[in-house]
Every structure is written in C-alpha cells, then in structure tokens.
C-alpha cells in the first residue's frame, strides 16, 4: 500500500497556502517527496477558476485570486474543511476523471458517517444531497500529472458569505452545509478525522501524520 503524507494546516492564507502547493507540486513531479494531503480552513476569500466568468462574482468584499485549477468562482472561509491533495497521478494510470470520483467519493463516505446522504450528479462536479443543494466544491488542477488545489466542504460555513458570487454560476441559495443538513453545530475539527479515514481508503492509502516543517524541510 502506498504512503500519503497528511499534515493538518489548521487555519492559514489562502495566497501562503497556494504557494505551498505550487512548491510541493514542483517536488513531486521531480521525485522528491510523497503523495501529500493538506487540510486547512481559509479565512474569507473568492478564487476564480479556469473558466470563472467575471459576472460570477458580485461583491469585491473578500480578496480575490484567480487560480489554475478548473471551474468557476467559489468561496472559502471559516467553518469550511478544505483539502488539497498533491497525488502523482502517473502512478495511477494518469486517470484525472477517476481521481475527481475518488474525491468527490472521500467527501461522500464522510457526509454519510455523519448521517447525511450525499450523491453525485452527472456534469455537476462537486457533492450534493437532498437532489439540488450543493455541500461540496471540488476544482483541481493537475501539472507534470501531479494534483494540487482539490475540494471544500460546507461544515459550519456561513452560507450567507456564498452571496458575494454565484457558486460555480449558480444562485447562492444553492449552498448548504452540515450543520444546516443536521440542525446542530458541527466543526471542523470533529470532520477532519473521519475525512482522512475515507480518504486513506478511497485511495488505497496509508496516511502518514508529519508536520509542514517536516514536509517542507523548513523549521516552523
């Protein structure tokens, strides 16, 4: 079985922890470290994908970054769990549509240890439940076969903060979490280990806890 690296951001910049992984994108595709999952809670911000339509975006209320990853515009802020994945794809048979399963699977499994009953649906990347309410945001990008950027999930986010846009092009009234789903408070940190756990088997994966310095050969 193979070994992931997992380390645990905490809450961090999204700008500081975009450049991580652009860096450690960078090592894996030289061979120099192992598959890596990072979690994290950003404070407020707006990042705009490949295919962002300026109009998506309503209110210039939180910093704004446009990114290489796929999709439109979303949101990320306190209350949501954010995980970015830097996987070498070229080690699994360069299937990027397969990889956006196994995400889009690892937030399921987690949704459904809570009790919530979460699915797919076809063209809409992302998880949803209840047929129309969108949870889960998911854009990745992927350079030399290694992944970077990943996905978001709705834990105790405030969804009137998704006003400010039109999520992926739709009406922000799109947007509900888990505390919403469950009508009690639940936080991020109760979410993080049993996310790591489906990730480990979606995967096919050993998650190996380290610390950033560790990972990036820096003290912190």
């Keep these: 079985m193979s070994k992931t690296l997992f380390v645990d951001l905490g809450t961090r910049d999204y700008k500081e922890t975009w450049e991580l992984q652009r860096r450690l994108v960078e090592l894996r595709a030289c061979g120099l470290a192992q598959d890596v999952l990072l979690l994290v809670e950003h404070p407020h911000v707006i990042t705009m994908g490949k295919s962002a339509k300026p109009e998506n975006v309503l209110s210039k209320r ?43 699977a690892t937030l399921i499994d987690t949704l459904g240890h809570f009790g919530i009953s979460a699915h797919r649906i076809e063209r809409r990347t992302g998880v949803w439940v209840g047929g129309q309410r969108k949870i889960a945001s998911i854009g990745v990008a992927v350079r030399s076969w290694v992944t970077f950027h990943g996905f978001a999930l709705n834990v105790s986010t405030d969804l009137s ?60």
């Excluded at 994945?85 to 299937?95: E, S, T, W, Y």
């Excluded at 998704?162 to 936080?187: A, H, K, W």
């Excluded at 940190?189 to 049993?194: F, L």
């Design 62 to 104: 939180f910093p704004i970054y446009e990114v290489e990853r796929g999709g439109d515009v979303t949101y990320h802020g306190y209350g949501q769990l954010v995980g970015y994945p830097i996987i070498n794809l070229a080690l699994r048979d360069k299937d990027i549509k397969r990889y956006v399963r196994g995400l889009e």
């Design 161 to 220: 903060c998704f006003s400010t846009i039109n999520p992926c092009g739709y009406d922000s009234g799109v947007m509900t979490s888990m505390t919403e789903q469950l009508g009690r408070s639940v936080s991020v940190s109760e979410v993080k280990k049993p996310l790591s756990s489906a990730f480990a088997h979606v995967f096919a994966t050993e998650l190996e806890t380290t610390s950033l310095g560790t990972l990036i050969g820096l003290e912190q």
